[in-house]
Nanobody
Framework: QVQLVESGGRLVQAGDSLRLSCAVS????????MGWFRQEPGKDPEFVAA????????LYRDSVKGRFTVSRDNAKNTVYLQMNGLKPEDTAVYYC???????????????????WGQGTQVTVSS
């Protein structure tokens, strides 16, 4: 059974850093594209970052490039999202996601991510 469990979200001030973790069970993280999405109240989820299953290739939305880093620890079967220089507009619930198919293409498309965690709240005060 696939489970994605996020942790690390909390209230921080603008400019602070946070590291979100996603503990994965049910399959090796090294066989799927793993992604992070976020959602503000009343809005659709938006892509944040993703990491390929094969060669550590990564993908980011423009507004977080240079501030966020997605990584994977295969030994711990965990995916991370390091967030630096946080801004109030980064406030959202952050979801860890997994591609529906193994060994898939790195993509920003929400329809490619069939498994989601329960989410963790990140709040950035100004």
């Amino acid at each position: 059974q696939v489970q994605l469990v996020e942790s690390g979200g909390r209230l921080v001030q603008a400019g602070d850093s946070l590291r979100l973790s996603c503990a994965v069970s049910g399959h090796p993280v090294s066989t799927y594209v793993m992604g992070w999405f976020r959602q503000e109240p009343g809005k659709d989820p938006e892509f944040v970052a993703a990491i390929s299953w094969s060669n550590e290739e990564t993908l980011y939305r423009d507004s977080v490039k240079g501030r966020f880093t997605v990584s994977r620890d295969n030994a711990k079967n965990t995916v991370y999202l390091q967030m630096n220089g946080l801004k109030p507009e980064d406030t959202a619930v952050y979801y860890c996601t997994r591609s529906s198919e193994p060994r898939g293409v790195l993509t920003t498309s929400i329809t490619s991510y069939g498994f989601w965690g329960q989410g963790t709240q990140v709040t950035v005060s100004s």
